[in-house]
Every structure is written in C-alpha cells, then in structure tokens.
C-alpha cells in the first residue's frame, strides 16, 4: 500500500513539473485585435466579420485556432492567395493571434440557402457523403448544424455559398494546398455536388 502511495505521489510530482516546464501559451489582446482588424481586415471582412461580399469569407465567430492557422499560413505560403498574403505579411504572430480571437468574439449572423432544386442533394451529401465514392458526410467533422470543432475544423454555418464552392474546387483543383484530407475529399465530388452542398451550408444554423 505504502508503495502504491510513493509511486502516485512520483506520478503527480512529474506531471506537476511538465505542466511547470510547458510554454504558457501567449494570451489574445481582443483590444488590440480589433485596432488590428480595423487597420487591415475591415475593407474586405466587414466591421464585425460578417462580410457582405459572397466572394469573401464570413470570419465572425468562427474559431480562434483556424483563423490564425490560416492568417499564418497565407503569410508562409503555404495557402497561396496573393491578396491574403500582402496583408498577411504585415502582421506579426501577436497581431494575427489577437485579430483571430477578437474575430471568434464576435456574433455570426445566418445565412440563407437559395437553391430550392438542390437544397435535398446538398443535404444528403452533407449528412451522409457520396458512399460510392467513399466521400464522408461533412458532418462528420464540422457538425451537424455546421458549427465545426473548436481547434480541429472549422465553423461552416451560414459561409455564403459562392465562397465554399470556390474553396472546395481549390481543393478539388490542387490550387489550394493547406489540408490533404480536404484535397482528397474534394477529389472526389463533381461541380453540381460541390454548388449543392455549398447552398445548403449556407442555410445552416
């Protein structure tokens, strides 16, 4: 019993001092982020996030840890956008992670689905994929109301259609290059299905 007791008292001493010797990660200024978004962002992404331009993605309350992937990414490349990547380039890490936090800070408002011919098509690709293609249901990672899964896949409810089928076939085409398993996926779907199940996110909610 005594050696029972020594072994988990060693147990939680080595774990207390890993957590001690981790890195804290760094804190989001939200005050700052927003001076930041207003400097940078506003033009394109609205005062709030909520874009009004269909070509140009909603970034309200979608979730901290992919937008500063993606920020970091446009800014090193390896998501290829000239645009992104001029302005990407002038913010610095801390800049990028407080934009991305103040941005999840912020209320998403819904979208519409507007598509009544192939709202069904879009709904049974996103709840149950393409199985003769082994295409996965959408849901399956980012929700069945499209909230996604914070820090692992992104917020897709209420993204306007015209930007989600834009980023589908950049994944489909290989011109966008930042997540194997969306290229894969992508791979595998047609332009109807794509413009399908891009309508019926953008009634999600």
């Not at 001493?13 to 400097?39: N, R």
């Not at 909603?58 to 290829?80: I, T």
């Not at 980012?142 to 896949?153: F, K, R, V």
């Not at 894969?184 to 019926?200: C, Q, W």
Request: aromatic fraction near 8%; charged fraction near 20%; charge should be positive.
């Amino acid at each position: 019993m005594k050696s029972l007791a020594t072994l988990l008292s060693a147990t939680l001493f080595a774990a207390t001092a890993f957590a001690a010797d981790a890195p804290a990660v760094p804190k989001a200024d939200l005050v700052k982020g927003a001076a930041s978004y207003a400097a940078v962002c506003v033009a394109c992404h609205a005062a709030d996030g909520n874009s009004t331009v269909p070509s140009q993605a909603k970034l309200a309350q979608q979730h901290p840890e992919y937008l500063l992937k993606q920020l970091l990414e446009f800014k090193s490349g390896v998501r290829d956008n000239p645009v992104m990547k001029g302005f990407a380039a002038a913010l610095s890490e801390s800049d990028a992670r407080n934009i991305s936090w103040w941005l999840a800070s912020q209320k998403a408002k819904p979208g519409f689905s507007k598509d009544k011919d192939t709202v069904m098509l879009g709904e049974r690709i996103y709840r149950g994929g393409i199985s003769d293609r082994t295409v996965p249901a959408c849901a399956g990672c980012h929700s069945p109301n499209g909230a996604g899964i914070p820090a692992q896949y992104p917020r897709l409810s209420g993204q306007y259609a015209e930007y989600t089928a834009a980023q589908l076939i950049a994944f489909r085409d290989g011109t966008r290059k930042n997540n194997t398993v969306m290229h894969d996926v992508a791979a595998k779907m047609n332009d109807r299905e794509i413009k399908a199940v891009s309508d019926y996110i953008a009634g999600l909610r």
